[in-house]
C-alpha cells in the first residue's frame, strides 16, 4: 500500500512538472531527468504586409488658408433670395474688392477667427467686418462709426472701448472684436437663438428688429427675416454678408480666387507697461512708424495713452526683439522737451504746440493748477520724430481727407459759437452730408469752436472760378474790395478769417475767390 501511494505521488509530481510553465534556466538545468522537450515545425514565415500610414484627419485648423479655414465651419442657410442674389453677383463681378479686403484682412483675421472658435460662435461673424467697413481699421462712416466693426460711440463706451484724444477703442483691433462678439451675443440671446435677427440687430439696434418682429406677430405674419419690415440699409445687411459666406465657401464653383491669408498668428499683442512714443515702439520692433500705426490704429496720436492701455499688436516674429529692447530702454520711451516758458504762454497754448494736452504737461511737471510764468522751466512729452513721420495720426489723416479735391474751388470755414454742419452747409450751398465728408466727419457729429472746415464749391452758369491773392492799400475797406471782385463782403470775412479784426492793414493779404467772367484781373 505505501509502494503504490509512493508511486502515485511520483507520477502527480511529475505530471506537475510537465504542466507548469518554466523559465529557460530550469528546462537547461543539469538536475532534471525529463528528457529534451521535442520543438514543433514553426509555420514557415509569410512576406510583411506593408502597414498603412493612418491618413491624417483634415480640420478647419489645418488649413493652410485662414479662409478656407472660415469656410469649413460656415453653416447658415442660404436662401434663394433675389436680394442675396444680387450681393453674390455684385461680388463676383467685382474681384478687386476681395483682393482688397483680403489685403487689409491679412493682420487680423487668424486673430478674429480665433476668438469667435474660442466662443463656439458662428464663423460667419468673421465676415461681418468685410461687410461694416471692407476691413478698413481706419473707416468711419456717415453715422459715426468707427473702426472694423464700426461701433458708434454709445454702444461702443456700453461695451468698454474707450474714446478720447488719445485713444479710440472702436480701432483697437483686438479689444473691439471682443466688445463685437459680446454685443452679438447678446444679440443672440434676445432673439432667442436667431442669427439673422441677431445680425440684423447689430446693424439697426435690437429695438427695431423686435419692433418689425411684433408687428407681423400682430398682423399673422412669418417673422423670419427676409419677411421683416426693416430699414433699407439693414433689409441688404444680412443677405450680403450670406452671399459673401456662399462665394466664400464655393470659390472654386464661382471661379473666383481670394488670396489666400496664412493660418497661422501673423501679430501679437504686448503690453510694454508704459507709455510708448509711436517711433520708438516701431524701431523696437524693426518696422516703419506708418506700419506700427496700421497695426495699432486705436491710437490719435505719436504715442500710445498715457494713462492707457499700452498695449500694442506686433508682428510676430518681432516678439523677442520688442520685449528685450522694452526692457533694456525701461523709462526712455517717451521724449520730454525742457522749455522754459516765454511771456504769453499758456499751458494749453503750450499743449497745442506740441500736440498733447494740458493733462499731461501738468501731470509731467507735478502741477496741481494751470498757472506759470515767464523763465519758469517745463518737461514736456513731445514727439521724437517730426509730425510728419507720423502719418497715420488723426490730425494727418484728416489733413489727407480735406486735401482730397471735391470740386473746382475750395473754401475754408472756422467754426464760430453756434455753427452747425447744417447751417454751415446751408449758407454755403452746399450737402450737410458731403460738408461733413469732406472733413472727415459725420453728419450728426458736433462741431467746436475754431474747428477748421473745408467747403468745395463749383463754379455754376458759365462761371470761372479763381483764386486771387490781393494786397490792401491805404484807405481798402471789405466792401470796397467785394465790390470791385463781385463778391461778397461776408464771403471776405469767411475765406480769411476777419471776424475778429476790426480793420485791414495796408500791405495786408487777402485770398479771394473770384469769378473771371465777371471782374477782369
Known amino acids: 500500500m505505501r509502494l503504490t501511494h509512493s508511486w502515485v505521488l511520483a507520477l502527480l509530481l511529475t505530471g506537475c512538472q510537465l504542466t507548469q510553465p518554466t523559465d529557460s534556466s530550469e528546462t537547461s538545468s543539469p538536475e532534471t531527468n525529463n528528457p529534451p522537450a521535442v ?109 472694423l466693426w464700426q461701433f458708434v460711440p454709445a454702444t461702443g463706451k456700453m461695451y468698454g472701448l474707450e474714446q478720447n484724444f488719445w485713444y479710440d477703442g472702436r480701432r483697437d483691433v483686438p479689444a473691439a472684436t471682443d466688445a463685437a462678439l459680446d454685443y452679438l451675443t447678446y444679440l443672440n440671446k434676445r432673439f432667442d437663438g436667431e442669427w439673422t435677427h441677431a445680425i440684423a440687430a447689430y446693424n439697426s439696434g435690437g429695438g427695431r428688429v423686435s419692433s418689425a418682429i411684433r408687428k407681423n406677430t400682430k398682423l399673422g405674419k412669418p417673422t423670419d427675416f427676409f419677411s ?10 444680412v443677405p450680403k454678408l450670406l452671399a459673401l459666406a456662399d462665394i466664400i465657401a464655393n470659390q472654386e464653383k464661382y471661379g473666383i480666387d ?36 496700421g497695426l495699432n490704429p486705436a491710437y490719435n496720436q505719436w504715442s500710445t495713452a498715457p494713462d492707457g492701455p499700452h498695449q500694442l499688436l506686433i508682428p510676430a516674429q518681432a516678439e523677442d526683439s520688442f520685449r528685450y529692447q522694452v526692457e533694456k ?31 499731461v504737461i501738468q501731470r509731467a511737471n507735478g502741477m496741481t493748477n494751470s498757472n506759470i510764468r515767464a523763465g519758469q522751466y517745463l518737461m514736456i512729452p513731445a514727439s521724437a520724430k517730426d509730425e510728419n513721420v507720423y502719418a497715420l495720426t488723426a490730425s494727418n489723416r484728416l489733413e489727407k481727407t480735406q486735401a482730397k479735391n471735391r470740386g473746382q474751388y475750395k473754401l475754408t470755414h472756422t467754426v464760430r459759437s453756434g455753427d452747425s454742419l447744417w447751417s454751415i452747409a446751408k449758407a454755403n ?46 484807405g481798402d475797406t471789405i466792401s470796397g474790395i467785394a465790390s470791385k471782385f463781385k463778391v461778397k463782403s461776408r464771403d471776405i470775412v469767411k475765406w ?16 479771394l475767390y473770384v469769378d473771371v467772367t465777371k471782374v477782369s484781373v
Open 258 to 293: 481670394i488670396p489666400p491669408i496664412a493660418n497661422k498668428p501673423v501679430v501679437t499683442l504686448i503690453d510694454p507697461k508704459e507709455q510708448l512714443d509711436l517711433a520708438i515702439a516701431a524701431k523696437y520692433a524693426g518696422i516703419s512708424v506708418k506700419e506700427l500705426q
Open 329 to 359: 530702454n525701461r523709462g526712455k520711451g517717451m521724449k520730454l522737451v525742457r522749455y522754459k516758458v516765454k511771456s504769453g504762454d499758456s499751458i494749453s497754448v503750450l499743449a497745442n504746440r506740441y500736440n498733447t494736452t494740458t493733462k
Open 429 to 474: 450751398k452746399v450737402s450737410h452730408k458731403s460738408l461733413a465728408k469732406w472733413n472727415g466727419m459725420g453728419p450728426k457729429d458736433t462741431l467746436r469752436v475754431g474747428q477748421k472746415l473745408v467747403i468745395w464749391k463749383n463754379s455754376s452758369d458759365g462761371a470761372i472760378i479763381r483764386t486771387v491773392f490781393y494786397n490792401v492799400r491805404s
Open 39 to 147: 520543438k514543433k515545425a514553426e509555420p514557415t514565415a509569410q512576406p510583411a504586409k506593408p502597414v498603412s500610414k493612418p491618413k491624417p484627419v483634415v480640420t478647419p485648423q489645418s488649413q493652410e488658408d485662414v479662409w478656407q479655414r472660415i469656410a469649413m465651419q460656415l453653416d447658415m442657410p442660404i436662401p434663394d433670395h433675389k436680394t442675396v442674389d444680387y450681393y453674390r453677383t455684385w461680388y463676383l463681378k467685382h474681384p478687386s474688392h476681395l483682393r482688397t479686403v483680403s489685403k487689409r484682412a491679412e493682420p487680423f483675421l487668424y486673430l478674429i477667427t480665433e476668438k469667435i472658435e474660442e466662443r463656439n460662435l458662428p464663423l460667419e461673424l468673421a465676415l461681418l467686418p468685410v461687410v461694416e467697413s471692407s476691413f478698413d481699421a481706419f473707416a468711419y462712416s456717415h453715422g459715426s462709426a468707427a473702426g
Open 228 to 237: 421683416l419690415d426693416l430699414p433699407k440699409e439693414t433689409s441688404g445687411y
Open 496 to 511: 480769411n478769417d476777419l471776424s475778429k479784426q476790426k480793420y485791414l492793414k495796408p500791405g495786408q493779404k487777402l485770398k
